[in-house]
């Protein structure tokens, strides 16, 4: 029970850890109005990594770690403030949980991701489907608390959705690759690298667009 509880806490911490540094720097490189999700969020796709190797005992770290990051943003001294901190820390969780639980149901945990049916019922579940109903559920949330205009809840909404869904797409099998175990990093230079890069470009071309 002891040993239970320690690697409890100590998966919990390396989450809040990774997660938040993910998720501060791109906050600081990434933002873009009007809302303040991000253009990609990588941290989905580690929370969702870290659900699927670690199983649903990190959800907790998942919520803190995006609650710090939205007291960082928007304090947490007033009404709106706080509900959405809460908000913020409880769709992290949500996007987490449904994109794990979509892929245990319909993928398989133990699926190696060799077959192309099953690689791109992980991107679909993981990614895109999973990211819908916690982006509606931010939106809702920032409207209803007068953070965002009607004519602003589209581009509010895809902005949620598409940061998410490329935070999944593009870090959850890095992370899965990277510490998924000896047959998993036999997969580095094909997969790992080539992501990687379409990270980079994507960034170049984010930071290249907002600057003009």
Not at 57 to 75: C, H, Q, S, T
């Amino acid at each position: 029970m002891t040993k239970k509880i320690i690697s409890f806490f100590i998966d919990n911490l390396i989450l809040v850890l990774a997660y938040y540094l993910a998720a501060h720097l791109s906050v600081n490189f990434l933002s873009a109005p009007p809302t303040h999700a991000t253009a990609i969020w990588p941290p989905t796709g580690i929370s969702l990594a870290a659900v699927l190797l670690r199983g649903y005992k990190v959800l907790p770290a998942i919520f803190v770690a995006d609650l710090i990051i939205a007291i960082e943003i928007a304090g947490f001294s007033d009404f709106v403030a706080i509900m959405f901190s809460l908000m913020v820390g409880f769709q992290a969780m949500m996007t987490a949980w449904l994109g794990a639980y979509l892929i245990r149901r319909f993928v398989g945990i133990n699926n190696q991701l060799i077959d192309n049916k099953s690689i791109i019922l992980f991107f679909l579940l993981g990614g895109p489907v999973s990211l819908v109903v916690p982006a509606a559920f931010a939106l809702a949330v920032e409207y209803w608390l007068g953070m965002v205009e009607s004519n602003e809840i589209l581009l509010g909404f895809l902005t949620w959705w598409l940061g998410g869904t490329i935070g999944a797409i593009l870090f959850a099998p890095i992370i899965l690759i990277i510490f998924g175990g000896s047959i998993q990093r036999t997969r580095i230079v094909s997969i790992v690298v080539p992501l990687s890069i379409v990270f980079v470009i994507l960034v170049c071309l984010f930071s290249y667009t907002k600057d003009h």
